[in-house]
């Protein structure tokens, strides 16, 4: 099995994509003191979090944690020449994206997210928020979500420059 410097480092970009997207769910089921705290995804804040964006953030959370890994372990069996295919590119311009869409509807509300209880205010000069605040949890998920998209736009440049060394089979025509 021939393997490039190209080859392992798209796989180290698909297993640093896996870690932070099994962080990302974990955050987002247990992120608020044990209990779920979400992306919020609601434009009025003094509203409920919107089920709507909940659902979708949970679909593009568990979707791509399975395309990952999956895609991910077939990387080490099959023919060399199958093993980067126009279907990993594009879900990866796909996946950042989602990621990205995600990671914005979720720092919206948590960077604007004002408890009942705590009138703090999470500011550029200041920070009097606790580690423990579910507004600060909120901001760390959604940063890491814009990382993930930032990771999967990485691993389509990867996939690019797979094709322009001539690494894939997408047309059937040998380069």
Not at 24 to 29: G, K, N, P, T, V
Not at 154 to 173: A, E, F, I, N, Q
């Amino acid at each position: 099995m021939e393997w490039s410097l190209i080859w392992i480092f798209s796989i180290v970009i698909k297993a640093l994509k896996l870690i932070l997207n099994l962080a990302i769910i974990i955050i987002y089921r247990v992120g608020a003191g044990g209990y779920f705290l979400g992306v919020g995804g609601t434009w009025n804040l003094w509203e409920e979090k919107s089920a709507g964006c909940e659902i979708f953030a949970s679909g593009v959370f568990i979707g791509f944690i399975v395309y990952t890994g999956v895609h991910t372990i077939a990387y080490f069996f099959g023919p060399n020449k199958y093993k980067h295919e126009l279907t990993d590119t594009m879900m990866n311009v796909v996946g950042t994206f989602l990621w990205a869409l995600v990671g914005g509807i979720a720092l919206h509300y948590w960077v604007g997210y004002m408890d009942t209880s705590d009138y703090s205010y999470l500011g550029v000069q200041h920070v009097p928020v606790s580690a423990g605040s579910d507004k600060l949890v909120g901001i760390i998920m959604g940063s890491l979500c814009i990382l993930e998209a930032a990771l999967y736009l990485v691993d389509t440049v990867m996939s690019c420059l797979h094709y322009s060394k001539g690494d894939t089979d997408y047309t059937g025509v040998a380069r």
